[in-house]
């Protein structure tokens, strides 16, 4: 199975923010890989497919990069809204895998 | 309005069984691959099943193989997942979601609200 690992596992940012997380794999996933947004209490959501592919909807600010097995995902400019857990996952092969979170809090 | 629903969900006493249902609407449903991805309480995201658009094909993950089904009614618009010989560590909001595609649900681009089992005795 293909682990996957992100860092951190929390940051604490203010509005207006560069932030960065980023996500690695066990093994080379070329470009197959996919972020997903989690506020709490609610379902997650999409918001970036085969690393750069912003989803219908999902603001600017958000960006994605990467390749092989070191990804990045990077919110420019921090929002209130933006307050959320964050989970990549390898869509290379099954098992399909995620990594274990990003929670990004208030300062 | 695009959305799935899932139903089902509840208290289980281990070894016991239970089928989850997830409702699908506003898109084609039988185009379109479909997962059930779990989270226990305070976890991360586990994905469980997945079952191809014609239902040919229905990958487990090793952690519920041999005790779970996947299915699904075309005509009814609904995915299932059966779940037998519940354990503890089965305790999860299970979440019903939309792959991006006929053959694979690799991108996840759709979900429900998600359906709560305990496994608790």
């Known amino acids: 199975d293909i682990q996957m690992t992100q860092s951190p596992s929390s940051l604490s940012a203010s509005v207006g923010d560069r932030v960065t997380i980023t996500c690695r794999a066990s093994q080379s996933i070329s470009r197959y890989l996919n972020w997903y947004q989690q506020k709490p209490g609610k379902a997650p959501m999409l918001l970036i497919s085969t690393t750069s592919s912003l989803q219908g909807g999902v603001p600017s600010r958000f960006g994605g990069s990467g390749s092989g097995t070191d990804f990045t995902l990077t919110i420019s400019s921090l929002q209130p809204e933006d307050f959320a857990a964050y989970y990549c996952?390898?869509?290379?092969?099954?098992?399909?895998?995620f990594g274990q979170g990003t929670k990004v809090e208030i300062k | 309005e695009v959305q799935l629903l899932e139903s089902g969900g509840g208290l289980v006493q281990p070894g016991g069984s239970l089928r989850l249902s997830c409702a699908a609407s506003g898109f084609t449903f039988s185009n379109y691959a479909m997962a059930w991805v779990r989270q226990a309480p305070g976890k991360g995201l586990e994905w469980v099943s997945s079952i191809s658009g014609s239902g040919g094909n229905t990958p487990y993950a090793d952690s519920v193989k041999g005790r779970c089904t996947i299915s699904r009614d075309n005509s009814k618009n609904t995915v299932y997942l059966q779940m037998n010989s519940l354990r503890a560590e089965d305790t999860a909001v299970y979440y019903c979601?939309?792959?991006?595609?006929?053959?694979?649900?690799?991108?996840?681009?759709?979900w429900g609200r998600g359906a709560l089992v305990t496994v608790s005795s």
């Open positions: 979601a939309k792959g991006d595609s006929y053959v694979s649900s690799s991108t996840f681009d759709l």
């Open positions: 996952q390898q869509s290379y092969n099954t098992p399909w895998t």
